[in-house]
């Protein structure tokens, strides 16, 4: 008597191990990402809210000190006035930031991210 062999359908565990493991690793790249990204989005908001709202009329150290109070209720912690590059134009001035974030991962692994963002005056 001859026995026919079936072929194997479905997933294996081996497979169902690796897709487990690159999902596990996404989340908790987002985990981590997700603190960094809300902080730099408050950023963007209060600088674009700034040059609608013509608070970039006054001088350098006014801007800054406008940039700090806002900041300072959105929790805003990674960057501060200080760090913001002020160019004077008409109808206000041109608000630019540039800075990294270094977002520890697991062990000796981290990410880089170089994030940046200019308001202009409407």
């Known amino acids: 008597m001859m026995r026919c062999r079936q072929r194997q359908r479905g997933a294996g565990l081996f497979g169902l191990i690796f897709w487990v493991a690159i999902i596990v690793i996404a989340m908790v790249v987002g985990m981590r990402l997700v603190p960094v990204m809300t902080e730099y989005f408050a950023v963007t908001r209060i600088m674009d809210g700034m040059a609608r709202g013509g608070d970039t009329t006054g001088s350098q150290n006014e801007i800054r000190a406008s940039f700090n109070r806002k900041a300072s209720v959105d929790n805003v912690t990674s960057v501060s006035g200080e760090d913001l ?5 008409s109808g206000g001035a041109i ?6 974030k270094k977002v520890p991962l697991a062990g000796p692994v981290s990410l880089y991210l170089d994030l940046s963002h200019t308001s202009m005056p409407k």
């Open 85 to 89: 590059e002020i160019v004077k134009a």
């Open 95 to 100: 608000l630019w930031i540039s800075y990294g």
